[in-house]
């Protein structure tokens, strides 16, 4: 497989983190900093850049991660990877945040073939946005669509979907667990209601999503909120 050096950004979530994957290899600068985004985000692609003696002229693909997640965050992010990608003429792969933080849990905890991954992040409003994933070489595989509900309305897959291991709880959303469908918790052998996204896992799935065809222009690099238009103008101020 051809090396690639790609850029992937994320600012999904409270953690602001910029990544370099160059040759397989991946350097990471991630910060816990719920209002500092915008500020942040700029030098830490600055540094990754100037630490490998990089232009961003050097560069073949963006990537960031596209949501769900905070509506604001996603917002910095895209705007940032569509100006980089606008200017350099440059291919974007978006990745889904709940995913990310599927590879971190896959990673941390050393998932193994087959294992299932539950992924609930905050969604507020009483709300959680959900994803479910099997460990399929060492990476996520969705296993339906992501959707945001009421913690008592998650559910996991039907049986046969895949997941022959444990299902394991990742994301700040699993702090609701107590609201979950017992159907759910009981399958839940062990859960990290600390992972957030992080560009290094976006970065590392942006990699397979290059060479696997899936990335977009500029313009086509859009946020996903899941979360419908309806619902949207319901907040607070709108």
Same mark, same amino acid.
């Given at each position: 497989?051809?090396?690639?050096?790609?850029?992937?950004?994320?600012?999904?979530?409270?953690?602001? #983190?910029?990544?370099?994957? +160059?040759?397989?290899?991946?350097?990471?600068?991630? &910060?816990?900093?719920?209002? =500092?985004?915008?500020?942040?985000? %700029?030098?830490?692609?600055?540094?990754?850049?100037? &630490?490998?003696?990089? #232009?961003?002229?050097? +560069?073949?693909?963006? !990537?960031?991660?596209?949501?769900? $997640?905070?509506?604001? $965050?996603?917002?910095?992010?895209? =705007?940032? *990877?569509?100006? %980089?990608?606008? $200017?350099?003429?440059?291919?974007?792969?978006?990745?889904? #945040?709940?995913?990310?933080?599927?590879?971190?849990?896959?990673?941390?905890?050393? +998932?193994?073939?087959?294992?299932? *991954?539950?992924?609930?992040?905050?969604?507020?409003?009483?709300?959680?946005?959900?994803?479910?994933?099997?460990?399929?070489?060492? +990476?996520?595989?969705?296993?339906?669509?992501?959707?945001?509900?009421?913690? &008592?309305?998650?559910?996991?897959?039907?049986?046969?979907?895949?997941?022959?291991?444990?299902?394991?709880?990742?994301?700040?959303?699993?702090?609701?667990?107590? !609201?979950?469908?017992?159907?759910?918790?009981?399958?839940? #052998?062990?859960?990290?209601?600390?992972?957030?996204?992080?560009?290094?896992?976006?970065?590392?799935?942006?990699?397979?999503?290059?060479?696997?065809?899936?990335?977009?222009?500029?313009?086509?690099?859009?946020?996903?909120?899941?979360?419908?238009?309806?619902?949207?103008?319901?907040?607070?101020?709108?």
């Amino acid at each position: 497989m051809d090396s690639v050096k790609l850029l992937a950004l994320d600012t999904s979530s409270e953690g602001c #983190s910029a990544a370099l994957w +160059l040759d397989g290899q991946i350097t990471e600068r991630f &910060e816990v900093a719920p209002r =500092g985004h915008t500020r942040l985000l %700029m030098p830490m692609v600055r540094e990754l850049l100037a &630490e490998q003696g990089l #232009s961003p002229s050097d +560069l073949d693909a963006l !990537a960031f991660a596209r949501g769900p $997640g905070s509506f604001t $965050g996603l917002r910095i992010a895209t =705007g940032v *990877i569509q100006g %980089m990608a606008w $200017g350099l003429d440059l291919p974007v792969v978006p990745v889904s #945040s709940l995913a990310a933080v599927a590879l971190n849990a896959i990673e941390q905890q050393s +998932l193994g073939e087959g294992d299932g *991954i539950a992924v609930a992040f905050d969604a507020r409003m009483g709300e959680v946005y959900w994803g479910t994933f099997v460990c399929r070489d060492g +990476l996520p595989e969705a296993l339906g669509n992501e959707r945001v509900c009421p913690p &008592e309305a998650v559910a996991l897959p039907e049986s046969g979907a895949g997941v022959s291991g444990h299902w394991f709880g990742a994301g700040q959303g699993w702090k609701y667990r107590d !609201a979950m469908p017992q159907a759910v918790t009981e399958h839940i #052998s062990g859960m990290d209601d600390s992972l957030v996204p992080r560009a290094a896992q976006v970065a590392r799935l942006a990699e397979r999503g290059f060479h696997n065809g899936e990335a977009v222009s500029a313009d086509q690099a859009q946020p996903v909120y899941v979360r419908d238009e309806v619902t949207w103008k319901k907040l607070p101020g709108r």
